[in-house]
């Protein structure tokens, strides 16, 4: 990780950073770890006031500096959850769920298009024809 703290030309402090991580993250199949590298970089502008985050540059995230303490453990913490990603999970091969499990959601829908209508407003049908 690097924490470049400096002042940009219009005088506010910001921070400027970059981090990297080997994280044991678990797989959304079969909730065993798996390894993923994470990484970010991010510009913070440092503000005393909440107010005072709208005048800050598209270009800078807020963070709020009081009493002129900055929790960096928190910030660190902040930024590897915003780096994580959505979704993990093991290659097919490589999942402890079995093959024959990992049926996607498309042939889900081609094997109910094609099953009976079971439609629980079915009943709603009929009434509304009825009026």
Not at 42 to 63: I, T
Request: glycine share 4%; charged share 25%; net charge negative.
């Amino acid at each position: 990780m690097v924490l470049d703290f400096g002042i940009d030309l219009q005088g506010r402090r910001q921070i400027q950073g970059w981090l990297k991580a080997d994280l044991a993250l678990a797989c959304r199949r079969c909730h065993a770890p798996i390894e993923r590298a994470v990484e970010s970089e991010f510009l913070l502008g440092m503000v005393a006031d909440e107010s005072l985050a709208g005048e800050l540059p598209a270009s800078h995230e807020p963070v709020l500096v009081e009493n002129e303490q900055l929790d960096l453990l928190a910030l660190v913490e902040d930024e590897l959850i915003l780096s994580l990603p959505q979704v993990v999970y093991h290659d097919e091969a490589d999942c402890l769920v079995p093959a024959q499990q990992l049926v996607s959601k498309a042939d889900d829908a081609t094997e109910e298009a094609s099953a009976p209508d079971d439609n629980p407003f079915a009943v709603l049908r009929t009434l509304k024809g009825k009026q």
